[in-house]
């Protein structure tokens, strides 16, 4: 009777371990961000994201963002002011004493 012989795979061997970027080793070391970072940045992005959808309905001056968006007109103010450092808003004409802020590309 013939000998039957298989022949079976070696395992693969494991990946090699992707290096750590540095923003991770940071985060290690100082055991990651706390929770009321973490909410100070969620609430930050939640003002963004509704400045940026007033803002597509059309230019807006600070009183008008800050009585749609539920904010007092410093707070808007100050995010308008990040917004238009970084590109995504536009000044405009003045109305009434007040600039008009336009979103970029809208």
Known sequence: MPVQTTITAAPAAPAPAKPKRPIEILRERH???SKELKD???E???IYKALRASLKNGPRTVPQLAQECS???PAVMWHLMALRRYGEVLDGPEQ???LL???KGA
């Open 96 to 98: 009434n004493g007040y």
């Open 101 to 103: 802020y336009t979103l």
């Open 71 to 73: 904010l007092p007109s």
């Open 40 to 42: 100070y940045f969620n």
């Open 31 to 33: 055991g990651g961000m």
């Open 44 to 46: 930050q992005q939640k």
